[in-house]
């Protein structure tokens, strides 16, 4: 029994931080189980949307965990107090070792937590940053004609950006990078040999391919749908970057800013109106 006023401060802590961890599973694992608000009917989806759910989790997973590190602090504060008012003067040593390492392991690996958590939502938001930034170059097509879908619903997956116009179908990926701290043109420079793009402090072999194979399914998509034969075109936008091309095969890789340019000079594979309305409606049906 001489041992109880030793353990007892640090035991009631890590039962304390194990409830926590356990409350805040649960309460994770209900929210991700719920259903996704989705726009209201009739309303298109807007660009990013997916981006923007997951930073709305983790942003509440950010408050949760850190109201719940706030309560252990003051569940800690609590029974250090309790244990230096009440406790057996021999003991106090031993006990404030024992619950100190508890505090501190469990403050570690909060801390570890919340490292990820900002920087995943730091990731999801330059994602969504360059979502608009594409959303925002597309805009100058419409007057030409063109329509434009936002995250379009696939089998697990979704296109960020579907145009359809007179000069074809094309399925556009984002691709997003943070800069390097250093300043100047090269260090804003991504280089493309029609396969690989490579950055200055990374190289993305999956961009390019996971374009073509997107664009590769909603050719095969639209077709079962419209009972048409629809090619459908990959393009690559990598916003805030500029392109160097090494050499002219492959899909295309721009910067947003070049979008207006690409739709100008690319070459056409021209629709009908009836082709056009078709996918159109199509697309608006799994998109509204």
């Known amino acids: 029994m001489q041992v109880l006023p030793t353990v007892l401060p640090a035991a009631i802590l890590l039962i304390s931080a194990g409830l926590l961890i356990i409350f805040y599973r649960a309460l994770r694992q209900r929210r991700h189980s ?61 006990s404030a070792a024992g619950s100190g390492a508890v505090g501190i392991a469990f403050y570690t690996l909060s801390l570890t937590r919340l490292a990820r958590l900002m920087r995943k939502r730091r990731n ?52 997003t990078r943070p800069k390097p701290g250093r300043a100047g043109a090269e260090a804003a420079t ?35 749908a419209t009972g048409e034969e629809v090619a459908v075109r990959a393009v690559v936008a990598a916003p805030g970057w500029f392109v160097k091309r090494t050499t002219p095969t492959g899909i295309p890789v721009v910067n947003p800013k070049q979008i207006a340019s690409l739709f100008a000079h690319i070459q056409p594979r021209p629709l009908t109106d009836a082709q056009i309305e078709g996918i159109a409606h199509r697309l608006e049906q799994v998109t509204r």
């Not at 590190?69 to 107090?81: D, K, R, T, W």
């Not at 969504?128 to 619903?153: M, N």
């Open 34 to 94: 719920a259903t996704s608000p989705r726009p209201a009917m009739g309303h298109a989806r807007v660009p990013g949307q997916r981006l923007l759910e997951g930073i709305d989790r983790i942003d509440q997973e950010i408050g949760d965990f850190t109201s719940g590190s706030l309560a252990f602090l003051a569940l800690f504060v609590g029974v250090i107090i309790a244990d230096v008012y009440f406790g057996e003067p021999e003991a106090r040593a031993l």
């Open 124 to 175: 999801l938001r330059l994602g969504y940053d360059g979502r608009v930034a594409v959303v925002r170059a597309l805009s100058c097509l419409t007057p030409e004609g063109y329509r434009v879908y936002h995250d379009v619903p696939a089998e697990g997956f979704t296109i960020d950006h579907v145009v359809v116009g007179k000069k074809g179908v094309f399925a556009l990926e984002t691709t």
């Open 190 to 224: 991504v280089a493309y040999n029609g396969q690989v793009l490579f950055f200055p402090r990374a190289t993305d072999d999956h961009t390019v391919a996971r374009a073509e194979k997107r664009a590769e399914w909603l050719s095969e998509w639209l077709g079962r």
